[in-house]
């Protein structure tokens, strides 16, 4: 579960629906923003297959109206992928399990996936993909 938590499927739901399994950061501060900035490794062979299913999940994310992580493809290094989320009310958004506008992105998916099994075997299918993933808290001054 937490290799699912800590991917970027769930990433587009995670800030929104789910505890995050870091520590908890330090309160808002109105003078920086708040991001989560995830780096994933992809097993051999599989970055293509990953692309793809992250275009899925970026169309759902625009079919729900919410924005998607920012994300960066890596040449080189260990990491193939670092995805990063603004946290518009800081560290606290981690602590919900459950945000309207995740819900919103779920029934995009479920929708356009025909199934909330087709939607939950998309994301498993891309958590397969995933041999290991880091992401922590960082703010940035305003």
């Known amino acids: 579960m937490k290799k699912f938590l800590a991917s970027i499927a769930p990433l587009f739901i995670s800030v929104l629906l789910l505890a995050h399994p870091e520590e908890p950061g330090p309160a808002k501060k109105a003078d920086v923003m708040w991001h989560t900035i995830t780096v994933i490794d992809y097993k051999p062979g599989t970055v293509d297959n990953a692309r793809e299913l992250i275009q899925k999940f970026e169309a759902a ?25 603004k946290l518009p009310d800081g560290p606290a958004e981690l602590q919900g399990k459950w945000n309207p506008a995740g819900e919103t992105w779920w029934d995009a998916l479920v929708d356009q996936e025909g199934s909330e099994e087709a939607a939950l075997k998309l994301q ?16 940035k001054a305003k």
């Open 61 to 85: 994310s625009e079919k729900a109206g919410i924005a998607p992580p920012v994300i960066y493809w890596f040449d080189s290094g260990k990491y193939d992928l670092v995805v990063t989320w």
């Open 124 to 139: 498993s299918n891309y958590n397969d993909l995933i041999a290991s993933t880091h992401t922590s808290v960082a703010r």
